[in-house]
RNA sequence: GGAGGGGUUCCCGAGUGGCCAAAGGGAUCAGACUGUAAAUCUGACGCGAAAGCUUCGGUGGUUCGAAUCCACCCCCCUCCA
């Protein structure tokens, strides 16, 4: 992949990842015309991006290896605003110190996703809030606000809850969101000649307000291209696990737990994502889904999803990380594993908390390591056959964990249910 | 401001004086089956080993006894002004 002749419109369309665009065809020919620069933008409202960000982010780099310039906006200005889009209530504001905070750690995962060093369509980072602080209030009522009519914005799908609904208003704040995004984009056409922006499918409102006002300020032509909601199949919510979001950041969710995740896609899911959130030729998956299709058992699609994104991630190291820990926990064979496996599998970021006394009750371990949330589910795990120590089943509910147990006199493998793993290491040895 | 309806355990939703820690469904968790799936079946699902303790918007009250009755308060919804 490389020239921009390559039509990155089909492309995405065969991988479903194109939801809407403004103008279809015009886009299509302003996009084969030549280099084009484009944008995507990312409030911080954490401190870390999460795998719902991946699907714009990769598009954004689908764009890059397909001769375009990408530029990813972090949201500084924006982000302490908050953006109502399909939001069913009022957003807290966090403090500026924090979102100061957040924007710094952002601006660093968006770099590691694009290229930032080849040539014309050389990537880059920038944060509105460079171009937003500066507008004073006036400045912004009469060149801004002036393109914009309330009636238009009112009757925007994205905040039509928020207007119609008693008991869930909007303040004027949130309100402006849209102007502010839509300000961005113009005055990214006007600084660096973007003509188009990318987001997911609640930004449509935004990003065509974008649109009009860049023509309006700047006579331009600019385009919209949003990127479906994803969804499962099942129709739980995406990016979600018991433990809750799936963050990009290792520190937030661990190598491993980040392939785990991706290993355990519904089959009903898999090439679905294996489209959205990897760089393999649709023709590619559609091989593997075939393969799978004639075999019997298990699909080989589900570990190309987890190997390819746990490395787009977190790089080689990550995976082999998150795949050395995999296959020790699920192969079910410690004892093959030496006293600096368990080493490591503690630095590879498998969950694990340290004892000080020489002892102690199974049932404590597991309320105390989140096993179990209650002595008195602890005790059902136990007897419903759900715990292993070191591999081994263990019903009595009496069993106490001693460190003369422990492999190599330290760890304790505690396993409850089918995928929960804790290693206990014993301190005082 | 007036009239009516409602706030129940994670969610939906029964329950209108004791048999209620509270039906049923969903979600979740565990077991069997399997592919670290899906579907299905079984079990668990406020805390506690138990005795027992704490829950039904809030605060008081009536009663031997309240989620259920009374008073006041807070919040939500519908209709009218």
């Known amino acids: ?42 409030d911080p409202t954490a401190d870390s991006l999460h795998i719902g960000h991946l699907v714009p982010l990769l598009v954004l780099r689908r764009f890059q290896l397909a001769g375009h310039k990408p530029i990813a906006l972090v949201g500084g200005a924006t982000g302490m605003i908050g953006d109502p889009s399909f939001k069913a209530a009022e957003r807290q ?81 949130e309100f402006s969101y849209m102007i502010l995004q839509s300000y961005d984009f113009a005055e990214l056409y006007h600084r660096h000649e973007c003509t188009l922006q990318v987001g997911g499918s609640d930004q449509w409102g935004n990003i065509t307000g974008g649109i009009d006002l860049s023509r309006r300020l700047y006579k331009g032509q600019t385009f919209g291209l949003t990127v479906p909601l994803v969804t499962k199949a099942d129709g739980q919510k995406f990016g979600k696990t018991e433990t809750g979001t799936v963050w990009l950041d290792p520190k937030k969710t661990s190598p491993y737990a980040f392939y785990q995740f991706w290993l355990n896609t519904a089959d009903a899911d898999v090439y679905k994502f294996l489209h959205y959130f990897t760089f393999l030729e649709p023709s590619e998956i559609a091989r593997i889904e075939e393969e799978d299709k004639a075999a019997q058992g298990r699909p080989q699609a589900q570990g190309v999803l987890a190997t390819e994104v746990t490395r787009l991630v977190h790089g080689q190291e990550g995976l082999d990380a998150s795949q050395r820990i995999s296959e020790a926990l699920f192969s079910g064979e ?38 179990a949330k209650s002595n008195r589910v602890a005790r059902e795990f136990i007897s419903n056959n759900a715990v292993a120590i070191n591999g081994e089943k263990c019903d009595d509910l009496e069993a106490q964990l001693t460190s003369e147990q422990a492999l190599f006199g330290k760890y304790v493998l505690l396993k409850r249910g089918k995928k929960m793993f804790h290693l206990l290491t014993f301190a005082g040895v």
Request: aromatic residues 6%; charged residues 25%; contains cysteine.
């Open 334 to 371: 410690l004892s093959h594993l030496t006293e600096s496996d368990f080493e490591q599998l503690r630095l590879d970021g498998l969950p694990g908390t340290y004892i000080e006394e020489s002892k102690s009750g199974l049932v404590d371990a597991l309320v105390s390591t989140g096993l």
């Open 93 to 173: 504001l966090n403090s500026v110190e924090v979102i100061g905070g957040w924007v710094d750690r952002l601006q660093g995962q968006l770099s590691q996703f694009l290229d930032f060093d080849c040539g014309d369509t050389s990537a880059s980072v920038v944060n509105n809030l460079d171009w937003i602080k500066s507008l004073n209030v006036i400045d912004f009522l009469r060149e801004v606000g002036k393109h914009f009519s309330v009636n238009a914005m009112i009757q925007k799908e994205s905040v039509k809850q928020r207007i119609d609904r008693e008991g869930s208003g909007i303040s004027f704040t």
């Open 1 to 42: 992949m490389s020239e921009s002749n390559v039509d990155i419109i089909s492309d995405l369309e065969s991988r479903g990842l194109i939801a809407q665009t403004t103008s279809g065809d015009e886009l299509r020919e302003h996009l084969s015309g030549g280099s084009r620069t484009l944008y995507s933008g990312f």
